[in-house]
């Protein structure tokens, strides 16, 4: 879709591509950790992104203050204590082999049991136990496991590091984010529930929202939807300031 209208499209997985390919202008997308990412860049490099569009996750502004992780779940987002489980170092006693791996990806993609029991529960983690029993999930290729089966480790390790970035969002603080937004909501996400982001507009003076019926994986559930809701941005949005581009 992106390419029919004449755009150039790089997506890389991780940072560290910055200005490597010359652009003086981009537009930023993403979804789960890349919608964090996206709206980290845009603050960190305001000359640099035009516009941005996040599927699921929605905008944080920078904090003052530090809070914990595990009071943060206690407290505040109690759907956020499968990150519990990720900093514990759980998953890396439990997963050891190729299969085991394979499966752990599977029960994070939806993965059910033959009884249709999912592998992952937002309160809880990955459950362990129900591993071996985890059909294929639709949502996974085997080329997409073989791909990052060897790095699940550092996957994981970005939950590890919350108060390495808030210090760095220490020096965004104040810093607006005035830039075109289009944030897409997925109406059954049990992680990034709808509610988290009920105050993006106090942030977010050029934001446009938009709702699809779906889960976190709306992406893979609602294509032609969510392409639909980019491609009208696009044209009603950021081709009518492409003089900026």
Not at 125 to 152: F, M, N, R, Y
Request: aromatic share 10%.
């Amino acid at each position: 879709m992106l390419l029919n209208k004449g755009l150039r499209v790089v997506a890389p997985d991780c940072l560290g591509y910055g200005r490597t390919l010359g652009t003086s202008k981009i537009i930023l997308g993403g979804h789960d950790w890349g919608g964090f990412v996206v709206y980290r860049i845009a603050l960190h490099c305001p000359d640099f992104v035009t516009h941005i569009f996040s599927v699921c996750t929605p905008y944080g502004p920078p904090h003052r203050e530090f809070v914990p992780l595990d009071e943060l779940v206690t407290t505040r987002l109690p759907f956020f204590g499968y990150q519990l489980q990720f900093v514990s170092g759980e998953v890396e006693k439990a997963i050891k082999t190729e299969k085991d791996i394979r499966q752990f990806l599977i029960a994070l993609f939806g993965g059910r049991t033959p009884t249709g029991e999912f592998g992952f529960d937002v309160k809880k983690g990955v459950l362990l136990d129900k591993l071996a029993d985890l059909q294929p999930s639709w949502l996974l290729s085997e080329k997409v496991i073989k791909a990052v089966s060897s790095i699940i480790t550092l996957k994981i390790n970005w939950y590890r590091i919350r108060e390495q970035n808030y210090k760095d969002d220490l020096e965004l603080i104040g810093r607006g984010l005035d830039i075109p937004v289009l944030f897409i909501r997925a109406t059954n996400d049990d992680a990034l529930r709808p509610e988290l982001s009920k105050n993006m507009h106090k942030y977010l003076p050029n934001l446009i929202q938009a709702e699809i019926e779906g889960t976190h994986w709306v992406l893979w559930q609602k294509p032609e939807r969510c392409n639909e809701v980019i491609a009208k941005w696009i044209d009603n949005v950021v081709f009518e300031t492409q003089g900026k581009l």
